[in-house]
């Protein structure tokens, strides 16, 4: 863990405590800074994105998509959530394919690295609840994944645990703060960051006995990947709808989507109890990409689009070495 033998003079407010600024506070105050962190909120945080996220940790499977620093900001990432929190389930991710998708599945194998084959024996033999579903899969073993409902709380523990303040109600403004100032408001930003957009991201959470599985499953889909996410207490989240719009409702074309990926994986899923429909509006910047931006003693986490609970950890490790050391990573990182 990063500490230091002597307190920062500067004291450090960030705003935000969804998972962007959750991890800001957690390594300033390990680091021995005097954090306060204000989130406009109550302790549910269930009008924050995190509450509707998938919380994947899957660095090799985003470079289907995603830029390559993705890739190597998220592989920096599993490293800092197994350090700090150990109990993270890293059982890997699969994905798998129907026939009539089979060229989709090859080209997500010739896109991504650090993934084995599986014929369906190994299949079967991984996950036992997908036998004689697919003829094959792709397995990334180091990958991993975190329940977001269940792991904010634990990371605003550790804050407390660390020697910060949290303050939930709290709806400042910046200026109005002294020191060091964090800016993770997500969307709430674009006061100030007029590029900002909202990207919705639909989500089903289902529940079945019928169906054990102990990692996410990714489903090649002709639009848009499809995954299943299993939770706790026989819970799973489906989601990755990615759409261009700024209303938080589910639609009827979204929910049938993920409810048929579902049924394509496995048909016990058509039996499942439907728990909760709902949305998140994921910040981005028009090129998908995160950005730290420092002006003076402010300096501003956001854009992290579809890739929040993969990212957050190594901004906050790049935003704390810039504080302590200066560093900079130009890839991510604006001065003014």
Not at 183 to 198: I, N, P, T, Y
Not at 217 to 223: D, F, G, K, N
Request: glycine content about 10%; some cysteine; proline content about 6%.
């Amino acid at each position: 863990m990063l500490q230091t033998t002597k307190r920062p003079d500067s004291p450090v407010s960030i705003i935000g405590a969804g998972i962007a600024g959750a991890w800001q506070a957690l390594l300033f105050a390990q680091a021995g800074h005097a954090v306060t962190l204000h989130e406009r909120g109550d302790a549910a945080m269930t009008d924050a994105t995190s509450h509707w996220a998938g919380g994947m940790l899957a660095p090799y499977c985003e470079a289907e998509v995603a830029e390559p620093i993705i890739s190597r900001l998220g592989l920096r990432s599993l490293d800092i959530w197994r350090r700090e929190l150990p109990d993270t389930p890293f059982n890997g991710s699969l994905v798998v394919a129907h026939p009539r998708e089979r060229n989709d599945f090859e080209r997500f194998a010739r896109m991504t690295e650090g993934h084995q084959r599986l014929d369906a024996a190994g299949l079967a033999a991984l996950e036992p609840s997908l036998e004689g579903r697919f003829r094959d899969a792709l397995f990334f073993p180091t990958e991993g994944h975190v329940e977001p409902r269940r792991v904010l709380p634990k990371l605003h523990e550790r804050i407390k645990a660390a020697g910060g303040t949290i303050k939930f109600s709290s709806d400042v403004a910046a200026k109005d703060l002294d020191g060091i100032v964090i800016d993770c408001r997500g969307l709430s930003a674009r006061d100030e960051q007029s590029e900002l957009r909202g990207v919705k991201g639909e989500m089903i959470l289902i529940e079945t006995d019928e169906v054990q599985l102990s990692r996410p499953v990714r489903l090649i889909h002709p639009r848009w990947p499809l995954y299943v996410i299993p939770r706790e207490d026989g819970l799973f989240m489906l989601g990755a709808t990615s759409i261009e719009a700024e209303d938080t409702g589910v639609s009827v074309r979204s929910a049938l989507e993920l409810l048929g990926a579902a049924y394509a994986v496995h048909p016990a899923f058509g039996e499942a109890r439907i728990v909760e429909f709902g949305s998140g509006l994921r910040p981005a910047f028009p090129d998908n990409l995160p950005r730290i931006g420092v002006r003076g003693g402010r300096i501003s986490v956001n854009g992290l689009y579809r890739h929040g609970f993969l990212l957050a950890p190594v901004l906050a490790e790049l935003t704390l070495a810039y504080v302590q050391r200066g560093q900079i990573d130009n890839e991510v990182m604006q001065c003014a």
